[in-house]
T-cell receptor, first 114, second 115 residues
Framework: KQEVTQIPAALSVPEGENLVLNCSFT??????LQWFRQDPGKGLTSLLL?????REQTSGRLNASLDKSSGRSTLYIAASQPGDSATYLC?????????????FGSGTQLTVLP | DAGVTQSPTHLIKTRGQQVTLRCSPK?????VSWYQQALGQGPQFIFQ???????QRGNFPDRFSGHQFPNYSSELNVNALLLGDSALYLC??????????????FGDGTRLSIL
């Protein structure tokens, strides 16, 4: 079964700290991996998309890495701000089988304390 | 350029009733996928529509059905509502060509509460 796991479920850090969110997946046969941000009661905002042939993607203070062989991805947030407080979701587009959907982890709820 | 739009924003129903949720994809997109997100969980795939046909289905009962219209918009219908159907329903759109290389774009969702 293709699964995506995110640990920890919740994380609290002081403002200004650099932090890493983790995502692991069970099958290395993937098309891409996408990181999303979700504010309470809201939809999903796409942050970064990493293709299977790529090792990392950067956008502003965000950097996402991908290691297919170990089934892991990390989202690095530099100089965290209270406005970064949200739930971060990792989603994988697996390429094996007939699947055409994203498989999501349960998310990491991030709180940045002022 | 309008993104993915969903309606209504919130909906309250009682057990046994039926509900219809609507989604308009991002301009230029032709594929619509629906996801159910229970509180504290990641979204779960319900089904995907392309060329007005259901192309892929997740592990959801037949009470969940859908439709895609010629303008690519889509509806999600749920019959015989159960308390467990309470969730945020998300619509995502994408372009079928090169789908594996593109991000999916999500709407803000419809919050469905079953009493």
């Amino acid at each position: 079964k293709q699964e995506v796991t995110q640990i920890p479920a919740a994380l609290s850090v002081p403002e200004g700290e650099n932090l890493v969110l983790n995502c692991s997946f069970t099958d290395s046969a993937i098309y891409n991996l996408q990181w999303f941000r979700q504010d309470p009661g809201k939809g999903l905002t796409s942050l970064l998309l990493i293709q299977s042939s790529q090792r990392e993607q950067t956008s502003g203070r965000l950097n996402a890495s991908l290691d297919k062989s170990s089934g892991r991805s990390t989202l690095y947030i530099a100089a965290s701000q209270p406005g970064d407080s949200a739930t971060y979701l990792c989603a994988v587009y697996f390429s094996s089988g007939s699947a055409r959907q994203l498989t999501f982890g349960s998310g990491t709820q991030l709180t940045v304390l002022p | 350029d309008a993104g993915v739009t969903q309606s209504p924003t919130h909906l309250i129903k009682t057990r046994g009733q039926q509900v219809t949720l609507r989604c308009s994809p991002k301009s230029g997109h032709d594929t619509v996928s629906w996801y159910q997100q229970a509180l504290g969980q990641g979204p779960q795939f319900i089904f995907q529509y392309y060329e007005e046909e259901e192309r892929q289905r997740g592990n959801f009962p037949d009470r969940f059905s859908g439709h895609q219209f010629p303008n690519y918009s889509s509806e999600l219908n749920v019959n015989a509502l159960l308390l467990g159907d309470s969730a945020l329903y998300l619509c995502a759109s994408s372009l079928a060509t090169g789908a594996s290389r593109q991000p999916q774009h999500f709407g803000d969702g419809t919050r469905l509460s079953i009493l």
